[in-house]
């Protein structure tokens, strides 16, 4: 039998692939890299969303002072920021929706909790997130009142 050119370039009884231990080796080097990376970005992530509450608090704020300065009067009660999109009965000089979509939740999927007359705004009102634990009160909690804001 002649010798083909497979049978040169790859002899008999050795096939090709990677060994046991090469693979090992390389699922070692990938999980080495996990844990460096992943940690970063994952922290990352976290204060993306503080940011983003934030930002959205911010932005409550101008509609809110906007309403204020239209109706003499800031939303009431816990329900309040749905009145910067459906009229209420009280706000005859209302020119909404001040918002041009539905409140949104905050990074988290919790409701932005709003209250007027606020506890801690003592002239205005408080409005929060809960932050990452969805518990009102923590120290996570991102609000508008300065003592507590990051």
Do not use: C
């Not at 309040?80 to 005859?92: C, F, R, W």
């Amino acid at each position: 039998m002649i010798p083909t050119r497979r049978d040169i370039i790859r002899p008999r009884g050795r096939e090709a692939g990677f060994t046991l231990v090469e693979m090992l080796l390389v699922l070692v080097i990938l999980a080495t890299l996990a844990a460096i990376v992943v940690p970063k970005f994952a922290g990352r992530s976290e204060q993306a969303k503080i940011t983003a509450a934030q930002a959205q608090i911010a932005n409550f704020e101008i509609v809110l002072d906007a309403f204020e300065v239209d109706n003499g009067f800031y939303p009431k009660g816990r329900d309040g920021l749905q009145a910067l999109i459906v009229q209420p009965n009280e706000a005859k000089n209302w020119r909404g929706p001040y918002l041009k979509q539905e409140i949104p939740l905050d990074p988290w999927g919790n409701e932005y909790v709003y209250e007027y007359p606020g506890k801690h705004n003592i002239n205005g009102y408080d409005l929060y997130s809960m932050g990452p634990d969805g518990r009102a009160g923590t120290e996570d909690d991102i609000t508008n009142w300065s003592t507590a804001r990051r």
